[in-house]
């Protein structure tokens, strides 16, 4: 028989009775086996071996205790979710030093990852206070990732464009770019999204739901950016600013825009005609004028316009509204840029300047125009007789001899014309007015071309037609 002294020593520890949960280094990712080591196991052994044990040293029934309540904590580490590998971790349950201990201690490497949202677990490194900001975290992972903000250090590379991140999740959001992978699908359109945040924003299209609201006007809005954007008109904030002229802006892609106007780039290019821009938005409404497609419509004449803007000075001639006024003449305008022109009249400028022939012109139309007199192009081709012109307004007229179309009416007399100057001279016998004044005799003409014919009057070397016959 096996007397006490020959029985092996049990250790036991003696600390304060607590529960504490010890994170072992990360240095296992991906173990997956559970070893559980029970010292009470071990105790009974030695117990059965010498009955003396169990007489000197009863087991206290707060132990018993709290020995069932560690299995049923042990139990429902069982039962829980696979997920993926995370850390591995040691439970210690320690007892008063005041009596017996007996130890139970359990190793578990699991499978279960324990996020900084995590609140299972109570972390005890004392590396976890972040010295520059005091941020505290209930993982150490998470402390690692963190302190990366810190230090710039983003060990994650992109291998088809090189571009670094700090965290491997975003270099994995990054790769769908390449791949094109799109696994958040919308089952109300089937329309798919790289990130599960893209497809939350899509959502609120079919809710109807504008969950953030600007608290100066209760305008609602679909995402935050955007009422953090619109909050900009209320403050008079604009915190992005030009380096080359020191303009700024509420927004930074309206810096980021206004920038290519010192570059010069245009990153934005027409696949159809190679045509390039510097703004994603002026290459889509580019676009249409391949695609014919006229997505704004007037609501009073049904015409469709490219462009929303164009739509809206259109609605103009319907409302009469000229909300642009010159401060020399008071005359109104519907648009700001006849406006401008308008003002030529009174300055005298004429900016656009013919390389050919030094003659100037107010508007960039009528130099454009004025040019194909030196190229002989005549762009605009009648399809009834193939006849050619150089300007756009001369072929409508020219067409009115074949559809025999006269819409300018004499409002004295009712005869009709097919062009607007026609009537206007025709007007004048009506009126008595004579513009036309021969510089020789004062006499005067209600049309140039009869000033013309006077002026070989005064001639003293007329010209004489000669019959062939």
Known sequence: MNSPDSARDVSIKQEPEDISIKQEPEDHPHLNILHTVVCKEEVSTELERSPSLLQEEPEPPHIKEEQEELKEEHKELLQRPEEPVGSTFTLVVVHDKDTSSHCSEVELESDTEVTEDSEDWEETSEDDDDEQCDKSFSVSGSLNKHQRVHTGEKPFQCQHCNKSFSESSHLKRHQRIHTG???FQCKHCNKSFSQSGGLKRHQYVHTGEKPFQCKHCNKSFIQSGALKRHQCIHTGEKPFHCKHCNKSFSQSGGLKRHQYVHTGEKPFQCKDCNKRFSVSGELKTHQRVHTGEKP???KD???SFIRSNDMKKHQRIHTGEKPF???LCDKSFSESGSLAKHQRIHTGEKPFQCKHCDKSFTESTHLKTHLRVHSGEKPFCCKHCNKSFSQSGILK???RVHSGEKPFQCKHCNK???QSGDLKIHQRVHTGEKPFQCK??????????NLNSHLGVHSSHRTKIICPL
């Not at 020789?440 to 071309?449: A, E, G, L, P, Y």
């Open 296 to 298: 704004f419509q007037c």
């Open 416 to 418: 009709s014309f097919s």
């Open 440 to 449: 020789h005799c004062d006499k005067r003409f209600n049309v140039s071309s």
């Open 325 to 327: 006024h010159c401060k």
């Open 181 to 183: 992978e799109k696994p």
């Open 397 to 399: 007229t020219h067409l």
């Open 301 to 303: 004449c049904n015409k």
